[in-house]
């Protein structure tokens, strides 16, 4: 190819090509530590407790109905056969409050860290047995009735529930008794045909990074207050009230049966134990997450995606020194810098697991900088080319981390910093001669550094 501009240009795009790789092997680096990590948080939450929900206190009567079932034979004759189907009436309380403190307390695997919760949680819970009265009949036989209570995981319990009904000490034992549940525990209790109950349950309750509650009163109240200052509330119904700050959050949900027709799912996933009634039961959760307000490698990650961008513009500042001022550049001092640029990436990464995001991002592009400046300046033949590069490639990380800090506003800055890095281009070149430079001649002589 006898054009040395065309040349040119077609050996930077093969080198910003060519880079694609490291980066992408950064990219692989960084799903593998975050993969590392999410696999040491399902060990500790299988070797502890991990996310967890709390469903109720619901009241279950179980009970025996004789059915009997009428059949005629081929000559019409009618027999009649017996048989027993096992049941369960379940009462959801008319009111249900739950009031409970979260306490974070972070575990460490090696570099990798999980947030663990302490909870203690106080519910209160009122029933009325008027309002949906136990069946009755001589082909009725009831059993012992309970209160049962779901609980994600059962690991998580610190110490058996304590309670009272009616006045009446609880005592707990493992199984909620009610399949809807799945998990659990329950306590019987002594009820009267019709009335009222009151129910009053402590629950110390471990687990890891989530706390979902199922509403299932009436009228359902749940408050909770935690030392962590960083919650993401999460569920089919977000609090009516937060209060989020340095030393933690507090929020308030409320919800009805009129919002979630909760009654009616539970009732189906009982009585016809219809697993996709039982699915949409489980569905009606509210609660908080506990999160990192910065992702390592998520951010890590984003800051990737504007890799091709930075080792793109590093090489135009350089081919505009080499056509502006007549310098001849090395297709492998290209390279160099490239690989500057992609090692700065990795430093982030590496340094982030173990100081703040921020400090580590600091230490790699000033690291990255310095070292630009030291070798552009041989590269560019002048000490405060050098320096304006570097200082160029400063502007660029600290934007890069103003797109990283402001998520909702990432696609807007990134669109300015194109625009504007288009508008130097097109303002410094608007007098050049294009077609002069694409000439083979002695005075372009700088254009055929990429031969080496």
Known sequence: MKNPLTRKILMILGLTLLLCIPLRMVGVTVWERSSAREAVKADIANSMAGAQWVG????????????????RDKDGQESVTVSWADRLKVWLPTTLEIRGDLANKPRYRGIYEAQLYQSRLKMHAAFDLE???????????????YLALGIGDVRGISEMPRGAFNGDALVFEANPGLDAFGSGVHAPVTIAQGGHAEVAVDLELKGMEKLDFLPLGGSSTIILGSNWPHPSFQGRYLPDHSDIGKDGFSAKWRTTFLATNIEGQLQD????????????????????KLIKPVDVYLQSERALKYGFLFVGLAFVVFFFFEILKSLRIHPMQYLLVGLALTVFFLLVVALAEHVKFGVAYAIAAGGCSTLLAFYVSFVLKSFWRGMGFASLMGVLFGVLYGLLQSEDYALLMGSLLLFGVLAIVMILTRRLDWFSLGEATPSQGA???GKG
Request: aromatic share 8%; with cysteine; glycine share 12%.
């Open 447 to 449: 254009l055929q550094g």
């Open 131 to 145: 309002k949906q009265p136990a069946p009755e009949g001589e082909n009725i036989f009831w059993g012992r009735p």
């Open 56 to 71: 109720g206190p619901v009241l279950v009567l179980p009970y025996r109905e004789r059915v009997f079932t009428r059949t």
């Open 269 to 288: 996933c009982v009585q016809s134990r219809n697993e996709a009634g039982c699915n949409a039961l489980r569905q009606n959760v509210m609660g908080v």
